[in-house]
């Protein structure tokens, strides 16, 4: 479904903003590929370039693979933009550039939804999803595109069904640029975390599309060039559980009709791991990893912030009944919690030992608006405001101490050895039991010749060149004599970006938590 289009057609100019550095960037892997420059194409941007009225001139650009020039300014009629709170002294800086040629621009996506008052400088803000207040906007832009004399705010009240949502626009995007793929299935979550803004900003009761415009969406993905992975960004996979089987049959059909050659991947609560029908069917469809936020290994602090979900299962359990599945889990870990003591961090190192999960995002606490921890923390006088913090959370232990615990965390966790060892585990106990598919559609020369170019990148650049050579070639030799050509490339690809971004974290390069007001130079540049 498209916005209907009345008046004049204008040309319409979407950025996306670069990203700081973050563990979610994957930046250091990207010489270790062929030509990949940014993490996942931006599915709300690209969404709203589909729902533009068809006679629309629409452009793209996405600041992660190159900048938007004078020529692009100059060819616009109006700027669009969205992006997540990291981004935002990047939103700003593209509106402030938009505005050197008198152009309006507006902003969307959930950074302005949450914080309207991040964004004095842009002419429209578009506040909550898909909807009325997306129509009023490009009805306002087609009968004048100049700058309103102040700024307007849009509020959507009637969010657009997403079985009406159209297609993202992947077509505008430069879809091989990118490391994953990205797709939609639902929005919102049951669930009512303390720390997060979810059910906030999209509700609790999840919203679907049909499996039918998922197919035809991953269609499009192959399309557009789309190799390697596709990463359901869903807030939570099961937020509706029947969805979710009724999904997988598809999703199945789908694999076998394409021979399998994209590897799928989500986001889900733990408590999935109840659900062995569901896992049995994630694992006909291909799905290999699931983001699972664990935030903690302590009961009283899951209890605390509203995550009893999480015990539903004793975690390590959980974790174990994943990997049986062939799933490897990806965890979401909080420090910074009211409940943490002086020992948190190394009882952290020890759960991460034990569990043997390679991935985990450790992150400092934020409280972000339009959550319950924001309230809370309001009415007890906690929020600090100074953006030379990592967190605005007043924490009850020292702040130094915190920041510290987190420094060397990151440090400890991610040395190669460590690291690679965790790997190891993986390959050995929970990648044997993927299902293991040999189409010809995986075999294609441009299949094989991709993974030859990333095999040559990685010894040499990390073999060769790098500074972990005797644990990676410890590693990669004996991957080489089982014949794990694919796990060696899978592993390293992440396992490098790891490494060198926590080696940032533990010298203080980098924030300790991905939400702080606390401004860092974009560091993924568009050049």
């Known amino acids: 479904m498209r916005a209907q289009g009345t008046g004049n057609a204008r040309r319409i100019l979407c950025v996306f903003p670069r990203y700081t550095s973050s563990f979610g960037t994957f930046e250091y892997s990207y010489p270790l590929t062929d030509g990949v420059q940014a993490f996942m194409p931006p599915q709300g ?88 207040a997306t129509n009023d906007l490009i009805a306002r832009l087609a009968r004048d595109p100049s700058r309103p004399e102040q700024q307007v705010v849009l509020k959507t009240a009637d969010r657009l069904d997403m079985t009406q949502f159209p297609i993202p626009a992947y077509e505008l995007a430069d879809i091989p640029r990118y490391f994953l793929g990205s797709i939609q299935y639902s929005s919102g979550c049951p669930y009512q975390c303390e720390f997060c803004d979810i059910p906030g900003l999209y509700g609790r009761n999840p919203r679907l599309k049909s499996p ?38 598809h999703l199945i059909e789908w694999q076998k009709k394409t021979g399998y050659v994209l590897r799928f991947s989500c986001e889900a609560t733990l408590n999935i791991a109840k659900r062995p029908e569901i896992l049995a069917g994630m694992r006909e469809a ?28 004793p975690i390590m359990e959980a974790i174990q009944t994943l990997n049986s599945f062939g799933m490897e889990v990806v965890s979401g870990i909080i420090l910074g919690l009211d409940t943490d003591k002086p020992e948190t961090g190394s009882h952290l190192l020890e759960f991460i030992d034990a569990s043997q999960i390679p991935l985990l995002t450790i992150n400092l606490l934020q409280a972000l608006p339009k959550t319950p921890l924001w309230d809370r923390l309001k009415r007890e006088n906690r929020l600090i405001e100074d953006e030379g913090r990592d967190s605005n959370v ?3 232990l020292p702040y130094e101490d915190v920041v510290a615990t987190w420094r060397a965390c990151m440090g400890s966790a991610y040395e190669p050895a460590k690291l690679l060892e965790r ?58 004599a089982r014949g794990e050509i694919e796990y060696l490339i899978a592993s390293i690809m992440v396992a490098h970006h790891l490494i060198n971004f926590a080696r940032d974290a533990s010298g203080g390069q980098t924030n300790a938590s991905y939400y702080s007001l606390k401004l860092q130079e974009a560091s993924v540049p568009a050049e």
């Open 45 to 132: 941007l690209l969404l709203i370039a589909a729902y533009l009225p068809e006679h629309w001139p629409v452009r793209f650009i996405d600041e992660n693979i190159r900048a938007a020039t004078p020529e692009d300014f100059e060819w616009a009629e109006a700027v669009l933009v969205s992006g997540m709170h990291i981004q935002r002294p990047q939103m700003n800086d593209i509106c402030r550039r938009a505005h050197a040629y008198d152009l309006a621009v507006a902003i969307g996506g959930p950074s302005v939804s949450a914080c309207p008052d991040y964004y004095p400088s842009f002419d429209y803000l578009h506040v909550g999803e898909l909807g009325d």
């Open 212 to 249: 039918q415009q998922i197919t035809a969406e991953l269609d499009k993905l192959l399309e557009c060039g789309i190799m390697g992975s596709v990463y359901f960004v869903d807030d939570n996979f099961i937020g509706n559980r029947k969805a979710a089987l009724d999904l997988l049959p």
């Open 286 to 313: 291909f799905f290999g990893t699931i983001f699972c936020g664990i935030e903690t290994p302590d009961p009283v602090a899951l209890k605390a912030m509203h995550k009893d979900h999480n015990m539903m299962v």
């Open 394 to 396: 007043d924490f009850f």
């Open 423 to 480: 790997y190891e585990y993986q390959i050995r106990e929970t990648y044997p039991k993927r299902l293991r598919p040999r189409t010809p559609q995986q075999a294609t020369w441009k299949n094989i010749k991709l993974g030859l170019t990333m095999l040559r990148n990685i010894f040499w650049k990390v073999g060769i060149l790098g500074d972990y050579k005797r644990e990676f070639w410890k590693f990669a030799l004996r991957r080489l």
